[in-house]
């Protein structure tokens, strides 16, 4: 049997599904058949003791002479972010029938964490809300332009409104008082007025 990964992740997101995938081909001259594939992650001090059991996918795939064929082994790493060793196990049936474990794969892999995107989100999102801020600072100071015509309209009317005199206040008080009798006389009634005159020739 020949073993080889077919994804080559070698960095997993801690709390994140992940998958690899090892390709068996049968070098025999008889068929064999695969029935599980199985995993644990390891301290690289010791690959032989396992600090997280990745569990088993189980198959019944039946490969003749030469034949090759894929198998996924799916899990979910629930670790600190840290170096560790993937070992991954191809379970199979000889000529005889007799179960064997062959060792598909040990090599070093890294645990990362998940805070790494959450960052990487949180950043791209400051940088959005950043940008409309400067954008709505932008319009919100910038001065309106006044058009020729509009301005030189305003100065116009500026210019017409201090061309008119100035009139002294003692003036129009007297011409309110002169109104103000003409109105008093307006409201006198005839025959008085005409009492008001004889009494005055007397």
Known sequence: ????????????????????????????????????????????????????????QRFSIKLGSNEQASFPLRFTPELEAQNLILVVYIDFFDIEETPIRA???????????????????????LLVIGGLSYVGYKIATNKPVISSASASGSSGSAATAAKKPKVPAAEIREQIAAKKEVLDEEWIPAHLKKSDSKKQKK
């Open 1 to 56: 049997m020949a073993f080889f990964f077919s994804n080559c992740i070698q960095e997993f997101v801690s709390g994140e599904p992940a998958e690899v995938v090892v390709g068996v081909t049968n070098l025999g001259s008889h068929p064999t058949s695969v029935f599980a594939i199985s995993g644990y992650f390891a301290n690289p001090k010791n690959a032989s003791k396992s600090i997280l059991d990745l569990g088993a």
């Open 103 to 125: 060792i598909a794969f040990e090599g070093p892999i890294e645990i990362t964490p998940a805070d790494a995107l959450l960052d990487f989100a949180g950043l791209s999102i």
